[in-house]
């Protein structure tokens, strides 16, 4: 798994690391001739054969240089016999011109080629998290033996999944349900970017620490579930110095953050270019030797896990061969898709009925393996997504997800609302039935949230959808940072002193970025009168309640603060805020936090427990200190406030008698008089 910020070479290292190799039909002045090829990074290099000794020539893909061109069917080349082959070109307009023409066995591998050219040639961005299945051979650096192959090359192949995590904010908050703790993950950072590199680094580890266990050793074996390794990037970049002692200084610094977030397992450092290849082969053996050495690496799968991938296998073929002919016959009318590759797990069980004796719980380790591997998603952890399986992950990380972030739809998400309308723009491929289902998925995986909820006018379907369109919804990746002073605009550092005001912090040892949205996403449902940012939330009752929650992601840090007029109402507030934040926190179980205040006399931050003892002094004996924070904490209700709350209604009584007392006395000889003229003018008239 390759996590990292964005554009910081994640997507380019994969390629350095996992070259693309084949044999391909190469095309010079009409003549066909078979070689073997290796894509690695930029560069093509064309071998005599697949023991890779002889290099013929190698073409360097520089950026916008050079133009692919798929050759269509009718350029299907009969190169032998009667055989089709598939092809491609690759043309360079600017001096010195070239026009090279491949061609490939198969559609399969030609598309393999093309995704690849075409993702260098454009230097896109990763949207979701590509997977791709790899085969490899673990070897060592450079023993070669008499053959020229190198030793161990034959030995052993593994099947790897490689997860490619997009860079960009937009995902950060759903990442951690793809993180499997069977994995190596290469954490990358930029070197040239100095400590913002550094803290991109830290976000990322900071992540991981809490979703991955502690101890990484699994218990049987000894041997490791997962390892990380630390990539920096750019190697080559002109301001980097390459000397032993800067090397040095640099992994000082990623170890003391090691250090800071407590993380002990073993860690590689290592510094990379892929532009020139500079310690990539260094790199390959490393991760090569690590995730041989895994504690499940030739581990033995039951035959029923087998059994049950095959089913998914069948049914995600089954699924690409109906959307085929959606596609073609246009079968639903509207050329939009109306299924999509997700299964309830008790029908998958019903599925599995003619295959065999499967036992439900058999099914979910099973399922919870293949996940693992790549093959399908299913989220058991999750209370909300345990009883489905996405057969076809591609479908969740790509088509549902990345759509969503394009850039182009930014414009849907002002400060993180979207009006549920834009969906269909966004999932247009998808039939109207669909994108509520769809949204659902993605309001379990914490991508967005509907705001309230929407009236439900009758109980026809079609009713219902429509509603759901009016809605409104939170996608919380989008919503913007307000800082301190634009936050004063709405809650005032100076509580007015008609109010009280009680505050509680909750100070954390390190807290994950998207538990902060969780948590705010969990408190907006106390009140729909609030207004959310992506660090904070406000509420506002009027005079009754006005309260701020405040997350710091700096100081690891979330602060309550709240006033209103009536203690009972602020205290029933800030229990139900505590109770929500923790209930988010269900889901981490390495993430704590203290609660307490901060003492305005000395700055520092005093204890909730150590408060309460407060109480047991007696109330002359108290310190200023102690009655400071005591009367912050909600702890208990002061005499000043009871005299607060008595001179509030107070003033309230006396408001009232005196408007109805002046509302009498002025308004009570005026009636009296009306009704006398009214009765003289009715006498008059009956005279
Ligand atoms: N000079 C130099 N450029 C690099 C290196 N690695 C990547 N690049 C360039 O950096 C840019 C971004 O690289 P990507 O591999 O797409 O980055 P990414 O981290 O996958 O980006 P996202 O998918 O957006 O998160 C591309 O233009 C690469 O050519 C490197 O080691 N040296
Ligand atoms: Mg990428």
Redesign the pocket.
């Given at each position: 798994m390759v996590v990292?910020y964005?554009?910081?070479?994640?997507?380019?290292?994969l390629d350095c690391l996992l070259p693309l190799t084949g044999f391909l039909y190469y095309t010079k002045n009409h003549k066909h001739k078979k070689y073997w090829f290796k894509f690695q990074g930029k560069y093509i290099h064309r071998f005599k054969d697949d023991s890779e000794n002889e290099l013929i020539d190698e073409i360097v893909l520089e950026?916008k240089q050079w133009k692919l061109n798929i050759l269509l069917n009718e350029k299907k080349k009969k190169i032998e016999g009667d055989k089709e082959y598939y092809g491609f070109e690759l043309i360079r307009d600017i001096k010195p011109k070239r026009r090279i023409e491949y061609y490939c066995e198969n559609e399969n591998e030609r598309n393999k080629w093309i995704d690849k050219l075409n993702r260098l040639i454009e230097?896109?961005?990763?949207h979701g998290i590509d997977i791709q299945n790899h085969k490899i051979k673990p070897k060592e650096k450079g023993n070669e033996n008499e053959n020229g192959k190198r030793e161990n090359e034959n030995e052993i192949e593994l099947d790897i999944s490689v997860w490619?995590f997009?860079?960009?904010h937009e995902y950060y908050n759903n990442h951690h349900h793809f993180l499997s703790t069977r994995s190596l993950f290469l954490v990358?950072w930029k070197i040239n970017e100095g400590e913002n590199g550094l803290n991109g680094l830290k976000f990322w580890l900071k992540s991981l620490k809490f979703h991955l266990n502690n101890d990484n050793l699994d218990k049987n074996t000894n041997k490791p579930l997962y390892s990380i390794f630390i990539v920096g990037?750019?190697?080559?970049?002109y301001s980097i110095n390459q000397d032993e002692q800067s090397i040095k200084e640099r992994r000082k610094k990623i170890q003391e953050i090691l250090k800071e977030l407590d993380i002990k397992f073993g860690i590689e450092i290592i510094e990379?270019?892929?532009?020139n290849l500079e310690n990539i082969e260094d790199l390959q053996v490393k991760i090569w030797n690590t995730i041989s050495n895994h504690s499940y690496m030739g581990e033995r799968v039951p035959s029923s896990y087998l059994s049950i991938n095959n089913e998914i296998q069948q049914m995600k073929h089954d699924f690409g061969m109906k959307k085929d002919q959606d596609e073609n016959g246009k079968e639903n009318g509207n050329g939009k898709e109306n299924e999509i590759p997700i299964i309830e797990l008790n029908k998958f069980e019903e599925r599995l009925k003619s295959k065999g004796n499967f036992n439900i719980e058999l099914i979910k380790r099973s399922l919870n393996l293949l996940t693992m591997w790549g093959e399908c998603g299913y989220f058991g952890e999750s209370n909300k997504l345990s009883d489905i399986l996405i057969y076809q992950l591609k479908f969740l990380t790509k088509q549902v997800m990345a759509e969503l972030f394009r850039p182009e739809f930014k414009i849907y998400f002002e400060n993180g609302i979207l009006e549920n309308i834009n969906l269909k723009q966004i999932w247009k491929d998808y039939s109207i039935e669909l994108i509520e289902q769809i949204f659902e998925l993605m309001e379990k995986f914490d991508v967005c949230f509907r705001i309230g909820e929407y009236q439900k006018v009758n109980q026809d379907e079609m009713e219902k959808m429509e509603d759901f369109f009016k809605g409104k919804s939170i996608i919380p990746s989008y919503l913007e940072m307000k800082t301190k002073e634009e936050i004063e605009e709405y809650f005032p550092n100076e509580c007015p002193n008609w109010m009280v005001e009680k505050s509680r912090i909750l100070k954390f040892e390190v807290i994950p970025e998207e538990l902060i949205s969780q948590i705010l996403i969990k408190v907006q449902s106390i009140n729909q009168e609030h207004l959310i940012w992506r660090n904070g939330i406000y509420f506002d009752e009027g005079v009754q309640l006005k309260c701020l929650l405040i997350c710091s992601i700096e100081f690891n840090q979330l602060e309550i603060r709240i006033r209103g007029i009536n203690f009972q109402i602020i205290k029933i507030f800030i229990d139900k805020m505590i109770q929500l934040i923790n209930e988010s926190l269900q889901k981490y179980p390495n993430v704590s936090y203290q609660q307490g205040l901060i003492s305005i006399q000395t700055q520092n931050f005093v204890l909730i427990e150590e408060i309460e003892k407060y109480l047991n002094i007696s109330i002359e004996k108290r310190t200023k200190e102690q009655i400071e924070l005591l009367n912050y904490s909600c702890l208990f209700q002061s005499q000043d406030e009871l005299g607060f709350l008595f001179s509030f209604f107070f003033f309230l009584f006396s408001f009232f008698f005196f408007f109805f007392f002046f509302f009498f006395f002025f308004t009570f000889p005026f009636f009296f008089t009306k009704i006398k003229n009214d009765n003289n003018n009715n006498n008059n008239n009956l005279k």
């Open positions: 990292g964005e554009r910081i070479g994640k997507t380019s290292l950026n230097n896109k961005s990763t490619d997009a860079g960009q990358c990037t750019h190697l080559d970049h990379v270019s892929s532009m």
